[in-house]
Each structure stands twice: as C-alpha cells, then as structure tokens.
C-alpha cells in the first residue's frame, strides 16, 4: 500500500488501536524513530528510512525489527502495549486482525479459538477423507461460521510440488508437506478476494503443544528452542502466501500474547498429561468442550499432505520422500 510518501506492507497498531497509513505516515514524518512503539505486522519505507515489524512477519529486505536510514541501522521497534493476562492478550490480537481475511481452520485449538473471535469467513484444505476436512467441517458448523472446504486431489499436490519447492528455503520433505497446504489455503484465498489469512502457529511453540513435552525433559528450554525456529517457519509459509499474493497474519506470535505465555510457569502448560493446558483453559470460554480439549495432528498429516508425498514417492519408483524430492525438475 503506498500513500502520502509512505510504503506500507502489513499493517500498524499503537496501543491496541489499528493505524490509518496517513496516520502512521505523519508520526513518521515527525520521527523516524516513533516506528520503534509500532506493533502489527509491517515492512515500511518512507523518506530514506525503512522499518520491519519486531518478528519479522512481513517480508522485508532488512532484519527483523530494524529501524533504518538509508543502511544504517538507527533504532529497534519494540511494540508498546498493556500487559494483560492471557485471555485479554488472545482476544486483543485476535480482533485487531480481524478487519478483514480469512481464517485458516483445522479443527484443532489453536485455529478454531481464532476463528471463534475473529467470526470471519474461514477455509479448511485437505485431501478427501483427511482429519482436517473434517475436524475443520464441524467446528465451523458448531461456531456458526461460513466456511469454504477445499479438497486437495492427488493431481493438485503433484502439480504443486515442483512450484512450492522452488520457493522454499529448506528443500526436505517436512517443510514441504507444510509448505504445500498454506499453498492450497493461499490459493483459495486468493481466488475468493482475500489478501489475508490469519493462522493458529505459535500456539504449539508457546504452550508447548508438542508430544515432547509430555516427556521429562526441561519444558522451558523446549518451548525457547522451539519458539527460536518459529521465524525460519514463517519465512517459509509467507514465501508460499506471497507467490498468492496473500500475507499470513499471527494472532498467537503477537506481542502481548506472547509475554502473556511467557509470564506463566511451565506447569501451567503442561501438566497431567495435556498439552497447551493454559490455552485450553482460554479456550473453553469460547468453544465447545469437544474442540478446546481435542488432540490433533499436525496440519502435514491431520491434512493428508505427507501421507500423499509419501504415495507419490512410491508411485515414482523412490523408496522416500527425500529420494523423490532429489529428482524433481527445478
């Protein structure tokens, strides 16, 4: 979005209030550092001088949360904000991102607690009898939300393989399989007039949703490491989104949320056998017992995206994945 001077990627917030690109622009002018409160998800230039968001969630040719004149880095962006407790904190990142896309759901927590406060339309991706179709079929039939089922075919993931994986940082099967359904979602975005999609990634990261968690191990350095690879994961899924010309947008990898997540003890996300207990707990408030306590399976598999790789690798005479992945023209 360009206007008045100033390019505008993403969008800008300052106090839990979304900014109009005029208004970010004559803050600007007064002060190229008055980027460094910025909250939202944005890659801005203006006048010689470029700023990113902290998280580095919209592409840019600058580091994450970098403030520039010119070359020379002049200042970080930290977003200001009001801390909360973790409810206030989910239901603030969600609404300030629900101004308009879509919502990608699964079915599971993360995506279908997102949906029921953004109420916008959503759209579930996964091959015909898949977990997610179904999983994303009824918890958008019990929130009340429109919601557009789009059924990969064989055919399409074997299209899809050699355009996604020319786009993609990390060429290994995990990352493909994943690259490949935000492909689909951004594609029917897209088509049906939507420039954003708003995700449930973070969740697993930040209240340990993983089935490592449930082991001995020090869950704190768990989520700090895994948390430490989530931007390679969104470098990943917003080349995908982009090559649509569609922006993925994080409610859970917003500022607040994440201090919110971070001032709770480990055993308040996970204990007694459950994972992501806390965001659960949230949860409940907002959806049917049914999906805020159901397990589920990552989006490659609950879609049936890697279990399709897989079958295509056999069908092409590879004993894997990775053999098969070596050999596509690119």
Same mark, same amino acid.
């Given at each position: ?13 300052e106090g839990g209030k979304v900014l109009a690109p005029g208004d970010v622009h004559a803050l600007l002018s007064k ?20 700023a990113r968001d902290a998280l580095g969630i919209v592409p840019g040719p600058i580091p994450p949360g970098a403030i ?42 993360? +995506? ?17 009898? +898949? ?67 708003? +995700? ?48 993925? +947008? ?81």
């Amino acid at each position: 979005m360009k206007g008045g001077g100033l390019e505008l990627a993403g969008w800008v917030e300052e106090g839990g209030k979304v900014l109009a690109p005029g208004d970010v622009h004559a803050l600007l002018s007064k002060d190229p550092l008055a980027a460094s409160s910025f909250g939202g998800e944005f890659f801005l230039a203006w006048d010689g001088y470029r700023a990113r968001d902290a998280l580095g969630i919209v592409p840019g040719p600058i580091p994450p949360g970098a403030i520039l004149a010119g070359d020379r880095i002049i200042g970080k962006v930290r977003p200001r904000f009001r801390e909360t407790g973790l409810a206030e904190a989910i239901v603030t990142a969600v609404l300030l991102r629900s101004d308009r896309g879509v919502v990608a759901l699964s079915g599971g927590v993360d +995506s279908a607690l997102v949906a029921a406060i953004a109420r916008l339309p959503c759209i579930v991706v996964g091959m015909e009898g +898949s977990f997610d179709l179904a999983g994303g079929r009824q918890a958008a039939r019990e929130l009340g939300l429109d919601c557009t089922e789009v059924t990969v075919t064989p055919a399409d993931v074997e299209e899809a393989v050699p355009a996604v994986l020319r786009t993609i940082p990390e060429k290994n099967p995990l990352d493909l399989s994943i690259a490949l359904c935000w492909h689909f979602v951004a594609r029917y975005a897209r088509k049906q007039g939507y420039d954003r999609i708003l +995700s449930g990634q973070g969740a697993d990261e930040l209240f340990g949703g993983y089935s490592r968690y449930l082991g001995d191990e020090d869950t704190d350095a768990l989520l700090a490491a895994d948390f430490a690879r989530l931007p390679g994961q969104v470098v990943r899924d917003q080349a995908v989104a982009a090559a649509e010309g569609v922006l993925i +947008s994080y409610p859970y990898l917003d500022a607040r949320v994440i201090a919110a997540a971070r001032a709770l003890p480990a055993g308040d996300k996970v204990s007694g056998g459950i994972r992501k207990r806390a965001l659960r707990e949230v949860a409940a408030d907002f959806l049917p017992p049914g999906i805020a306590w159901k397990e589920k399976k990552a989006m490659q598999y609950g879609s049936g995206i890697m279990r399709e790789l897989q079958r295509l690798a056999r069908k092409r005479g590879h004993r894997t994945v990775g053999e098969y992945l070596a050999r596509v023209p690119g």
